[in-house]
């Protein structure tokens, strides 16, 4: 008598996600995975790979990548996989549209679906009506909580309450008991003091990289505990938080807590930042080369500055003293190509967006998202033909406008300076080149200055070709 053949177990991969919960009311992704395991084993499942990410939404609002997501879409389409296991459906999406796109990526590939205990066939028509519903609810959940986020931004505007992170010179309070905040900050005498000699020395006509620098080597930090950079000095004297104020889609109002500066001093500092005329102080021989007064010298630290022709070739060389140099074209053409590939990268635009201290750059980006999504809806309602082709365009030329003006908002809000902003993204080399083409080093040299730190350092003697690792290079974002 012949074994009865067994049942060839099904390849299961498991995903966990959870979402970024101050308050620690959801499941951690290790209970969901633990949860996960043991319904795959009491299935006979073989579990072939566990994937997570951990502080990452998967709303349609969401600005950082899922990674484990996109490696979890890689392995179903590769057929590696024959179960995707996910504790509820809204770990693995609270979007419609990457619903759509799950459902069709398994219906292709022939693997199912499992979530609360239950098992489901995109070949079902039964199947995709259920797990539908529940993406539907999944992304209404998501929408709600961003609403209820939405108007408590803006009555915290209106009551001229502070947002978001906590600010560079103040100190939040809790209540003692639940250990909510209690929408009140009061100030932060340490990190005052830094901020008042920095608008000092400002004022006296010090610049902002001589007071970075000063706070580096005294060995002042902030409370991220990096460096301080141009960019990080001038994003402290510029926040009007630091002026008792608020600002809210443009708009300023009265905050609730004490001011650092007075109203003479905060005029004074956005009167020296508006001036044309500040940057004549600078060596001008530095602002028609690319890397003059920005690369440094890897033995000293000291700025390297562009030579004439040294052994045939322009050149840069260290200022304190010749510790190293390099050939113009090559150092040029080497630091440029690397800036242009990590101003390519998807991931700098949002990390740009996310970095400083500005409490208001989260309120102007869900301003924006506000604004694309009335403009969204009605091209939606055009298209389900309960809007006429007239309105829709008077509707765009209403919204567009304000879309432009909140975006231009939420670049503002970041500290990061406005030249890097507009380099980052796919267009990267397009807007290089045409810097290129206008002459315009200023603007090239502020986004690399911006974006990366640059240490030539000592090769032997005698070496004739260009070494790439003999140039360390890193980048702040």
């Given at each position: 008598?012949s074994?009865?053949?067994q049942?060839?177990?099904?390849?299961?991969?498991v995903?966990?996600?959870?979402?970024h919960?101050?308050?620690k009311?959801?499941?951690?992704?290790?209970?969901?995975?633990a949860?996960s395991?043991?319904?795959?084993?009491?299935?006979?499942?073989?579990?072939?790979?566990?994937?997570?990410?951990?502080?990452?939404?998967a709303?349609?609002?969401?600005?950082?990548?899922?990674?484990?997501?996109?490696?979890?879409?890689r392995?179903?389409a590769?057929?590696?996989?024959?179960?995707?296991?996910?504790?509820?459906?809204?770990?693995a999406q609270r979007?419609?549209?990457?619903?759509?796109e799950?459902?069709?990526l398994?219906?292709?590939?022939?693997?199912l679906?499992?979530?609360?205990?239950?098992?489901?066939?995109?070949a079902?028509?039964t199947?995709?009506?259920?797990t539908?519903f529940?993406?539907?609810?999944?992304?209404?959940?998501?929408?709600q909580g961003?609403?209820a986020?939405?108007r408590?931004?803006r009555?915290?505007?209106?009551?001229?309450?502070?947002?978001?992170?906590?600010?560079?010179?103040?100190?939040?309070?809790?209540?003692?008991?639940?250990?909510?905040?209690t929408?009140?900050?009061?100030?932060?005498d340490?990190e005052?003091a830094?901020?008042r000699?920095?608008?000092?020395?400002f004022?006296?006509?010090e610049?902002?990289?001589?007071?970075a620098?000063?706070?580096?080597?005294?060995?002042?930090?902030?409370?991220?505990?990096?460096?301080w950079t141009?960019?990080t000095?001038r994003?402290?004297?510029?926040?009007p938080?630091?002026a008792?104020?608020r600002?809210h889609?443009?708009?300023q109002?009265?905050?609730?807590?004490?001011?650092?500066?007075?109203?003479?001093?905060w005029?004074?500092l956005?009167?020296?930042?508006?001036?044309?005329?500040r940057?004549?102080?600078?060596?001008?021989?530095?602002?028609?080369h690319?890397?003059?007064?920005?690369?440094?010298c890897?033995k000293?630290?000291?700025?390297?500055?562009?030579?004439?022709?040294?052994?045939?070739?322009?050149s840069?060389?260290?200022r304190?003293?010749?510790h190293?140099g390099r050939?113009q074209d090559d150092?040029?053409?080497?630091v440029?190509?690397?800036?242009?590939q990590?101003?390519?990268?998807?991931?700098l635009l949002?990390?740009?967006l996310?970095?400083?201290?500005?409490?208001?750059?989260?309120?102007?980006?869900a301003?924006?998202?506000?604004?694309q999504?009335q403009?969204?809806?009605?091209?939606?309602?055009f298209?389900a033909k309960?809007?006429?082709a007239?309105?829709?365009?008077?509707?765009e030329?209403?919204?567009?406008p304000?879309?432009?003006?909140?975006?231009?908002?939420a670049r503002?809000?970041?500290?990061?300076?406005?030249?890097?902003?507009?380099a980052?993204g796919?267009?990267?080399?397009?807007?290089?080149?045409?810097?290129d083409r206008?002459?315009?080093?200023?603007?090239m040299?502020?986004?690399?200055?911006?974006l990366?730190?640059?240490?030539v350092?000592?090769v032997?003697?005698?070496?004739?070709?260009?070494?790439?690792?003999a140039?360390?290079?890193?980048?702040?974002?």
């Amino acid at each position: 008598m012949s074994a009865v053949p067994q049942p060839i177990p099904l390849r299961a991969l498991v995903y966990t996600r959870v979402s970024h919960d101050k308050r620690k009311t959801g499941r951690s992704v290790a209970e969901q995975l633990a949860e996960s395991l043991a319904d795959c084993d009491r299935a006979g499942w073989q579990v072939v790979a566990t994937l997570e990410d951990n502080d990452r939404s998967a709303s349609r609002h969401a600005t950082k990548q899922r990674q484990d997501w996109t490696e979890a879409k890689r392995l179903i389409a590769s057929g590696a996989v024959d179960v995707l296991v996910t504790w509820t459906a809204s770990r693995a999406q609270r979007d419609l549209a990457a619903y759509v796109e799950l459902r069709g990526l398994c219906e292709r590939h022939g693997v199912l679906w499992r979530y609360d205990g239950n098992t489901y066939d995109f070949a079902n028509r039964t199947d995709r009506l259920r797990t539908g519903f529940d993406a539907l609810i999944a992304e209404d959940y998501a929408e709600q909580g961003r609403d209820a986020t939405l108007r408590a931004v803006r009555a915290n505007a209106a009551a001229g309450k502070p947002h978001g992170r906590k600010v560079y010179g103040y100190e939040r309070s809790y209540d003692p008991t639940t250990g909510a905040w209690t929408g009140t900050q009061a100030v932060n005498d340490a990190e005052a003091a830094v901020i008042r000699e920095a608008a000092q020395r400002f004022l006296a006509g010090e610049s902002t990289w001589a007071i970075a620098q000063d706070f580096n080597r005294r060995g002042i930090r902030r409370p991220s505990g990096k460096a301080w950079t141009i960019g990080t000095v001038r994003s402290v004297l510029t926040n009007p938080a630091h002026a008792g104020i608020r600002v809210h889609r443009g708009e300023q109002v009265a905050g609730n807590w004490p001011a650092i500066h007075d109203g003479k001093t905060w005029a004074a500092l956005c009167a020296r930042f508006a001036d044309p005329a500040r940057r004549t102080n600078r060596d001008r021989r530095d602002l028609t080369h690319l890397l003059s007064g920005v690369a440094r010298c890897g033995k000293c630290g000291g700025r390297m500055e562009r030579q004439g022709n040294t052994r045939g070739r322009p050149s840069y060389v260290c200022r304190n003293g010749g510790h190293v140099g390099r050939a113009q074209d090559d150092l040029d053409a080497f630091v440029t190509e690397e800036v242009l590939q990590r101003l390519e990268q998807p991931d700098l635009l949002t990390a740009l967006l996310e970095a400083g201290d500005d409490p208001d750059t989260d309120a102007a980006r869900a301003r924006v998202a506000e604004l694309q999504q009335q403009l969204d809806d009605a091209t939606e309602q055009f298209l389900a033909k309960q809007l006429s082709a007239a309105l829709l365009g008077k509707l765009e030329a209403r919204l567009l406008p304000q879309i432009e003006a909140a975006e231009r908002e939420a670049r503002q809000a970041s500290p990061v300076p406005q030249t890097l902003l507009d380099a980052a993204g796919p267009t990267a080399r397009r807007q290089w080149a045409q810097w290129d083409r206008d002459g315009d080093v200023a603007r090239m040299r502020d986004v690399v200055r911006a974006l990366v730190e640059i240490a030539v350092l000592p090769v032997g003697r005698g070496r004739k070709a260009f070494d790439r690792d003999a140039v360390r290079l890193e980048f702040k974002f």
